[in-house]
């Protein structure tokens, strides 16, 4: 039910999760689960509502209040930012909207950074199956996909941003209970629409943040190699755009088609292009062309 501003209550709409059904994040349990000594977490802050967890943790860091492994989680954010300066919807407690403070070097060199994203799309989707036992794909480079009535839609998102000279802003976004009379476009989906069994956010926020923290000591310790760290073939294995018919819309709007055969040492997307050349794409909008095969 949900309360009616005379203080009354309504008939929750069908497909709708009410308040209760949407509890809190256990702020202090996560704490004591997550920020251990010698762990990478150094400290983990969860707040009622924000603007960016992004852009909060990007101010902190630039005016050197937050080491690295600060971790800020909103249950809400009123102006959450995607990739491309695209805007990232997320109401009150349907999903995960975490940032984390990360500085890789100087053991990680900076070309290999561009990994961080596709590291933190691997964390994510092994937490999701993990927690939720719900089936995701990565679609390159940041998207989380989930498959719901036998399509593919969009329920996560990474947007990697740096700070000053080593500082990483890795922001997490996921679509854990949003109905189908929520969702903010067409392409989106959800945990909950795709039939997860179970949407506690608890569980899943601590895999996420385990997984993240396992994977980045690994690559870490591999000087950031995707090969040695076992990133790579971790991420091939689970993308859903490596071996599919694409159209990749690049800054500028220059558009190519190809095949996706594979990712460069860079973490790029390597096309076989229509035209029969091949070519590495760093950044830009991906469609898949056709379902896969
Ligand atoms: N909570 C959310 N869940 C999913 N998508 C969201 C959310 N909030 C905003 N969006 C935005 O919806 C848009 C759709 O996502 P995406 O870029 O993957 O799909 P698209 O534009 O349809 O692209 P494609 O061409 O790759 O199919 C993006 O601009 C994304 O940032
Ligand atoms: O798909 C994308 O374009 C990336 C979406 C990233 C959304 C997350 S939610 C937590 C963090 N704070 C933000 O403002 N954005 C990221």
């Not at 101010?59 to 995607?82: D, H, Y």
């Not at 080593?166 to 392409?187: F, H, Q, R, Y």
Request: aromatic share 4%.
């Amino acid at each position: 039910m949900t309360a009616t501003p005379s203080g009354g209550s309504a008939p929750e709409p069908p497909g709708r999760w009410s308040d209760l059904e949407r509890p809190p994040l256990n702020a202090t349990g996560l704490r004591r689960a997550l920020v251990r000594p010698g762990g990478l977490w150094t400290s983990l802050d969860v707040v009622e509502v924000t603007g960016s967890t992004n852009t909060d943790l990007a101010e902190r860091a630039a005016a050197g209040t937050v080491p690295e492994g600060a971790v800020l989680v909103s249950e809400e954010q009123s102006a959450g930012r995607g990739r491309l300066d695209r805007h990232w919807v997320a109401p009150a407690r349907s999903g995960i909207f975490v940032s984390v403070l990360l500085r890789p070097g100087p053991a990680v060199p900076a070309t290999r950074w561009g990994w961080l994203p596709l590291l933190a799309g691997v964390a994510t989707a092994t937490a999701v199956s993990r927690t939720a036992g719900t089936d995701t794909a990565l679609k390159w480079p940041n998207d989380l996909l989930v498959t719901v009535d036998g399509e593919e839609r969009k329920a996560g998102g990474v947007l990697s941003e740096r700070v000053g000279d080593g500082d990483v802003v890795l922001g997490i976004g996921l679509n854990v209970s949003l109905g189908a009379d929520e969702l903010p476009v067409p392409g989106a989906g959800s945990l909950a629409l795709a039939g997860a069994v179970s949407t506690d956010r608890d569980p899943i926020l601590r895999a996420v943040l385990r997984s993240l923290e396992q994977w980045y000591g690994d690559w870490r310790a591999a000087e950031g190699d995707p090969a040695r760290s076992g990133l790579l073939e971790a991420y091939a294995a689970g993308c859903a755009t490596l071996g599919r018919a694409v159209r990749a819309v690049l800054p500028g709007d220059r558009e190519i088609s190809g095949e996706a055969v594979a990712l460069d040492g860079d973490g790029r997307l390597v096309l076989r292009t229509d035209g029969g050349g091949r070519e590495a794409v760093g950044a830009g909008d991906i469609v898949h062309l056709r379902p896969r095969g």
